[in-house]
């Protein structure tokens, strides 16, 4: 009789399934500890939490249950849409921007057939979803681990079909400037699309005008979250812009109720929301400069960030890792990044941040 794995597809059985941070629930559990005391830095949250008025919308959402959400995200879209000048045809919906990343995959590769380019040490999925899809990966070595989009143009051949860049990327906190996007977006050949991963944008400190190339009709997808300044990563909603051909065509490879109906509501009132959206780049602005000044002066090495996590190289970065989960603070080791000497750290509040420093110098003394 034949096993179930001498059935499953060969990706499957060799897929090392994404490492996401470990869950507060989870460590208090495994160690004892009260989860109210747990400070989780490991996943890039937003430690003010939800924007106030999302939360109010969602709690008006909730009385809709009963109904399917409106799969097309009319009002969603009309709003993002409206947000940056677009229009609705030009946004597309995902359970997460990750899932626009699989929709990708979906509409634009084959396997076995199709290869797709991205950097070393930049966000797993886009390797992992190549991994599900039978797509050849190619992860051009970084460059002082910001992308070397010089390298990934050279890295395109006949067979590339889609290019991620994650800009500020993930999990180095690096961005490339603007003059090196714009020379590598107008220098793309007309066989690849590239997906612009913005989950980290609106950190940014003069930002691209990215939203051009969408109106310019480039083969360009720009991901974005709500994720993240929103602080709306446990519903689970993030976007697409691109050129109308690109989002009509992943409307189609998308479940009909991709988003939920909670999910639609809390995200077009956070999006409205601009004073939560500063509030939260404030704290992380400080508590990025706390972190960084900090290093410093503790003589470790560091990678400036552009997001809302810094990467820092503190020796044994597992050991570290362990021994700052006994202290109930959670980061991320960058062992399955194959950066085995660096955590990445979330900024957090500044009190969490303080905690977390001290921890640290403790640990590290
Ligand atoms: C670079 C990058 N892209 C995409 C995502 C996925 O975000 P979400 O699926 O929550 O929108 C993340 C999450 O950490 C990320 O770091």
Redesign the pocket.
């Known amino acids: 009789m034949r096993s179930v794995n001498q059935i499953a597809n060969r990706e499957i059985l060799d897929l090392i399934p994404y490492e996401p941070g470990k869950p507060i629930d989870d460590v208090a559990r495994e160690l004892g500890l009260n989860p109210l005391s747990i400070i989780k830095l490991a996943?890039?949250e937003n430690p003010l939490g939800p924007s106030p008025k999302a939360i109010t919308a969602m709690r008006e959402a909730l009385e809709k249950l009963h109904l399917y959400p409106d799969g097309g995200g009319f009002h969603l879209r009309e709003g993002i849409a409206q947000e940056f000048q677009l229009q609705r045809e030009n946004i597309v919906l995902?359970?997460?921007?990750?899932?626009?990343?699989e929709l990708l995959y979906h509409t634009f590769t084959r396997p076995g057939e199709h290869e797709v380019v991205t950097v070393r040490n930049?966000?797993a999925?886009y390797h992992l979803m190549a991994q599900l899809f039978g797509v050849k990966c190619i992860e051009v070595p970084d460059r002082d681990y910001t992308h070397d989009l010089e390298a990934m143009l050279a890295a395109i051949t006949p067979k590339t079909r889609l290019l991620f860049v994650?800009n500020?990327?993930?999990?180095t906190g690096t961005r490339v400037s603007n003059e090196a996007l714009d020379r590598f977006v107008k220098a793309l050949p007309d066989h690849v699309i590239l997906a612009l991963?913005e989950?980290?944008y609106e950190f940014l400190d003069n930002p691209p005008n990215s939203l051009q190339y969408v109106k310019e009709g480039r083969k360009v997808i720009l991901?974005?979250?709500?994720?993240?300044i929103q602080g709306l990563?446990g519903i689970?909603?993030?976007y697409g812009l691109a050129c109308g051909e690109i989002s009509n065509l992943l409307q189609r490879a998308r479940q009909p109720f991709n988003t939920n109906s909670i999910a639609q509501a809390g995200a077009l009132a956070g999006l409205k929301d601009l004073d939560h959206q500063r509030k939260t780049k404030q704290i992380t602005d400080l508590g990025r400069a706390l972190f960084e000044d900090s290093f410093k002066k503790r003589g470790l090495s560091y990678v400036p960030s552009a997001a809302n996590f810094v990467l820092v190289k503190v020796g044994n970065a597992d050991q570290v890792f362990k021994a700052l989960l006994q202290k109930g603070i959670i980061v991320r080791s960058m062992v399955s990044y194959k950066m085995p000497e660096w955590i990445r750290v979330s900024i957090g509040t500044n009190e969490q941040n303080i905690a977390f420093l001290q921890a640290l110098e403790e640990i590290l003394k």
Request: glycine content about 10%.
């Open positions: 996943s890039n995902g359970n997460g921007s990750n899932e626009i990343i930049s966000f999925v994650a500020p990327n993930n999990p991963d989950a980290y991901m974005r979250t709500f994720s993240k990563a689970r909603i993030g």
